[in-house]
Every structure is written in structure tokens, then in C-alpha cells.
């Protein structure tokens, strides 16, 4: 099967298919970066934000057919693909808007006499590997502030998201970015290697699992290149107590399953008080019961769409066998469809063994873990438990005591009566095997900046 395509996962239908780079095309697209770059850079700021501006425009007069791209490509329900393309819009417009600001030499004390001032400049070309679950989203959240502070970027997007890929860069030329300034590349793995051994390239963020974290970030360092890191999680979330147990079950089961469950900071484990967990449990099997699978294209109530691709669901399916076999118990879902089909049930698994690769392996798809504790200091020890540190989450109705846990929680993102606080303002990132760098917010733009140091002596 080709490599670079179009298949719809509902159906397993092949629908289109793209040639891959050559290796003649990879050295014209390093080229075309580094002469974009000479001239992009030299543009006021102003004007790189003009650009960008009008590509955050673009986004949404173009919303309706950016939206379908996705949810034929990956399978994620229209509406929810709408929401990606208004998310993503706003990045960008944030940056168009606020970036200017946020890139603006800063004068520091200095005991030397004379004036020192914190420049931050742009490095050069950069690769961004990106995943398929929200192709436009992990785009912006890279593209944006780079392309405003003066980078160049060369995007090697998911194989199965290749329509929308070259959409996006027809979008960031359209805007008015030079040509060569935002390139899509349909790259082989050795490629990728290529591009980041290349002196052209000054940077790569990657958006991907743990194992190709560590390929990219062994080839980043060993040119020494500077490299942000997003490598998923398995996130906690803690109830702690609440008067309202069907809200929170209600709220954790829709983070849960969004995008079937394909979501970095998902709330993967559910660690609830063992007074409430009996209730939470049930009202989590009751939203579980009685779906079925729908078109992701026209979705009707009570339904779920599919996952990326049938051997995503098929390793999800995998990995719930394992679980049981090992103790674990399905209380609800758990059925992997027949067919070509991507189609997994949401499921509700509860009694997952310490022990077992359930427990500290990430389940990338619409399976609502849970464990019961019975303290405080339990539900502490069993979120941070875990080799991966993207995000978490507490829930009480007593906000100090929940307040006392987040503030512990060994995560890049921690969060209070709120599972995961999402807006092109908030910085996005890991700690411990979830990697590291931050992407969006005031903190993003400077991954891959020169903060220079800029001294005039008196």
C-alpha cells in the first residue's frame, strides 16, 4: 500500500495516494528553506505578522473543507474536526496578534557599565514531524510562532494525512509566505535523518510516541540540534470526592473518548476515592452501553466514529486482551468491529494489575481506565506512578485539598477541577518520558529562538 495516502478508516477504502519525496526533492526543499529564510527574516515583524494573520483568516473561510480533509483522512467526527480547524485558527491568530510583543528586545541590569538588552532571533530552517491525530492543530501550534519570529519550516506530516498536509501549505502560501518559507515533505524515516544531519536545519520538533522520541532526539543531539519533544502521556485524573458524581463520570468519559480516545493528555487513568468509585463506575458503564458505530462524515447520537486506521484499533484491542488475560475485567465496550473497518467500542476496564503492561503502557484509543484508592497520599502515589509526565488533573469539591495533590503531581501540565485547561496562551508540554520544550503560549516562540545577548558598552 502507498505510503502517503487518503484511506478512509470507516471503511478501509483506499482514496488517494502521493508519491514519496525523492532524494532530489529533499535537496531542493533544504535549498528552497534556506533561501526563504535569507529573505523572511529580513521582513519586519509587522509583515511576518500580516502573513500569519491572514492565514489564521484563511483557516476559517476555508473551515467546512478543512474540516471534511480531516475526518475522511483520520477518521474524526465533523464536528469535532470543525472545533480542530477554530483551534488551530486561533494559535495562529494569537501569534499574529500577540506575537509581535512576545519577541520584543527585553533590556536587563547589567553590573558591566553600558546597556545589555535579550534579543530573540531566528535560527533558520526547522523539521516538524507530525502526528495524525490533529493534523491541524500539532501544525499551528509549530508553524505559527516559528514563521512569526523568522524561521522557516520543512513539515513531514503523517502518512495517512497527506491531503490536509499540502492544504496547509497551499493555505501559508496563499497568505502571502514566500515560497519555500512553509514546505510539506512526503519524507522516508532516512530522509528525516538527512534533513536533521543537514547544517540547513537548526531545529526539529517532533509530536510522536516514545520510541520515536528517541530517534530523533539521538539524531538532534548527536548534530547537536536543538529539539522539542511531545511524546503522549498517560494522565492522571483524580476524584477525590464530589457532590455531583455523574458531572465529573460525565466529564472524564467525554475528554476520555474525544477523538476516540487519540489525545496526548487524555485523562488515560481515572484514580477515584473508593466512597464514590462504585458510582462513578456505573455511570461510566451507562454512557459506554449501547453505542454504535457511525459515518464519521455524518454522525448521529449514540454513536462513535472510528479510530485512525484498523491497525490502531487492532493494537488497542490487543492491549485490552492483555489486560484481561492478565485480571483485568471490560465492564462495558471493548468489541474491535469485523471488517476493514477502524471501528473500537469506547470501553470502561477497572481491576487492571500493577503488574501488567496495561498499567504502564499508554492506550492510545477510547479506553476509560480506573483504579479505587481509599487516601490521599494513594491517589498521589498511584498518579505519579508512572514514566510519563504530560498532564494531570484533581477534582474535589474542596478545592485546597485538591489543590494540595496537583500541586505534586510529577506532569508538565497540572490542572484543578478542570482536566486539561487548552488555549493558544497556555504552554503545552511533559516532563520525565514525555519529553521536553513547551509549545504555544509566551514560552513557545522562544524554543527555537537565538536569545541573544546584545551589549553596548558606555
Known amino acids: ?140 501550534r509549530f508553524a505559527a510562532p516559528n514563521l512569526l519570529l523568522g524561521n522557516t519550516i520543512i513539515l513531514k506530516h503523517a502518512d495517512i494525512c497527506a491531503r490536509s498536509a499540502l492544504t496547509v501549505q497551499e493555505i501559508f502560501e496563499q497568505a502571502g509566505a514566500p515560497v519555500g518559507a512553509y514546505q510539506n515533505s512526503f519524507a522516508s524515516h532516512d530522509q528525516i535523518a538527512t534533513m536533521i544531519a543537514d547544517p540547513r536545519v537548526q531545529g526539529v520538533s517532533l509530536t510522536g510516541s516514545e520510541r520515536a522520541g528517541a530517534i530523533i532526539g539521538a539524531q538532534a543531539g548527536t548534530h547537536l540540534k536543538k529539539a522539542v519533544l511531545e511524546l503522549g502521556g498517560i494522565d492522571p485524573m483524580v476524584v477525590l470526592d464530589s457532590s455531583d458524581v455523574a458531572a465529573v463520570a460525565k466529564a472524564a468519559w467525554d475528554f476520555r473518548t474525544y477523538n476516540v480516545g487519540q489525545v496526548c493528555n487524555s485523562n488515560k487513568r481515572l484514580i477515584v476515592m473508593e466512597d464514590i468509585y462504585d458510582e462513578f463506575v456505573a455511570e461510566l458503564v451507562k454512557l459506554a452501553t449501547g453505542l454504535t458505530p457511525g459515518d464519521q462524515l455524518n454522525m448521529e447520537e449514540g454513536q462513535y466514529a472510528p479510530m485512525s486506521s484498523r491497525a490502531a484499533a487492532e493494537t488497542v484491542d490487543a492491549q485490552v486482551r492483555q489486560a484481561v488475560s492478565e485480571g483485568a475485567r471490560v ?20 481491576d487492571v494489575p500493577v503488574d501488567g503492561p496495561a498499567y504502564r503502557e499508554e492506550i492510545f484509543g477510547p479506553v476509560a481506565t480506573v483504579y479505587k484508592v481509599s487516601s490521599d497520599a494513594e491517589a498521589l502515589a498511584l498518579a505519579n506512578d508512572c514514566a510519563l509526565g504530560l498532564g494531570g488533573s484533581v477534582f474535589s469539591d474542596d478545592e485546597a485539598r485538591a489543590a494540595a495533590i496537583a500541586s505534586k503531581l510529577e506532569v508538565g501540565m497540572a490542572h484543578v477541577n478542570t482536566i486539561a485547561a487548552e488555549s493558544a496562551e497556555l504552554p503545552f508540554g511533559g516532563v520525565k518520558r514525555s519529553g521536553f520544550g513547551r509549545e504555544m503560549g509566551p514560552i513557545g516562540i522562544g524554543e527555537f529562538a537565538n536569545q541573544r545577548l546584545y551589549f553596548v558598552a558606555k
Open 1 to 140: 500500500m502507498a505510503k502517503y495516502r487518503v484511506q478512509n478508516p470507516a471503511t478501509g477504502e483506499l482514496i488517494e495516494s502521493f508519491d514519496p519525496a525523492t532524494d532530489q526533492q529533499i535537496e531542493e526543499s533544504l535549498a528552497a528553506a534556506e533561501s526563504a529564510y535569507r529573505g523572511w527574516r529580513e521582513r519586519s515583524v509587522q509583515e511576518r505578522a500580516a502573513v500569519i494573520k491572514r492565514a489564521a483568516e484563511i483557516f476559517e473561510e476555508r473551515k467546512d473543507e478543512l474540516a471534511k480533509l480531516i475526518s475522511l483522512e483520520m477518521g474524526k467526527t465533523y464536528a469535532e474536526s470543525v472545533d480542530e480547524v477554530e483551534f488551530a485558527a486561533s494559535i495562529i491568530d494569537y501569534y499574529a496578534v500577540h506575537g509581535p510583543s512576545l519577541i520584543t528586545d527585553r533590556e536587563i541590569p547589567s553590573t558591566v557599565p553600558g546597556k545589555a538588552v535579550i534579543e530573540q532571533l531566528p535560527i533558520g530552517a526547522l523539521l516538524g514531524v507530525m502526528p495524525w491525530n490533529f493534523p491541524y492543530y500539532q501544525v499551528a
Open 331 to 350: 465492564l462495558a465496550g471493548g468489541v474491535l468491529s469485523e471488517g476493514p473497518g477502524a471501528y473500537y467500542a469506547p470501553t470502561v476496564l477497572v
